[in-house]
């Protein structure tokens, strides 16, 4: 066991069980082994606000009933590395089989897609532009909405403005950075209105119920379980088909391992599908 000093910004031993216990218990992430980086990422925000230590910080955290400081704990833990084209098989699967297929079998035109776990939106926006590219004109005759949800309220608000830095961009192609992006006059670039309009930004966390009105015909949570044990891994995959329209597909990182009792069908690396009688 890794021997921490009670005072100042370290944690103890007693404090981190605590704290680890609390994130795992509400939002499913397992910082078990990670003292130092719970550590790093709260130390600052503690000495600001004048805490003694951590003790006195987690007293707050736990009997703070509006949620503000719990909130704030989760801004700070989460990892929300992301940008456009990450694991871009999944947007050659989303535009050559995905679109193709849902354009035949969704009748009423009203494609729901869920990218669950979106922090800085790359990923929703990123699918926008694929539906863009695909549908191009014949858009207008489709109900194209993208859910993207996250616990980070710092992620999403980020996510709503919208602005990324040119770098932010490079991956790219050259086409899509003229056509989705307008630039502001501090260099940066800001998602076209037309696009940020068909994503609809919300707070979700993944451990509770999935209570959304529609079945989804898409849910993408890539790179959000590797921080899940597998129990609470399993029970997201159930939530998760169980609001998945039958046909419907579920893509997650390709560095994630599926529980043992995936209910989805495997249909290529890091692509599942739920059964078209499901
Ligand atoms: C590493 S990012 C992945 C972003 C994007 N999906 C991608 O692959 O680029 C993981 C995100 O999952 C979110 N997350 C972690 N636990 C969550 C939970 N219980 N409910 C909802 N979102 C969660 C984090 O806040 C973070 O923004």
Redesign the pocket.
Known sequence: MVNINTTGSNINEDDFQRLITFVKAG???DLAGKQFIVQSRLANYLSDCGFADFSEYLEVVFSDTSGREAANL?NRL??????FM??SEHFDHFEKVFLPQMEKMVRDHDLCIW?????FG??PYNLAMCLDDYFGFRQHSWDLKILA????FN?LRSAQRGIYSEQALSDLPEEWRQKYFDPTQHGLYRIKDSLRSNVIFKY????DEISFKKKFDLI?????MI?FDDKTKSDLCKRFYNATEDGGYFYI?HAESAPADMPYVREQPAVYRKEVNG
């Open positions: 939002y499913g992430i989760i989460t990892t929300n590395h992301t940008y990450r694991e990218s669950a776990g979106c922090s790359n990923e949800t996250d616990i980070s992620a979700h966390n993944l451990m993408v949570c890539r790179n959000v921080y990182g």
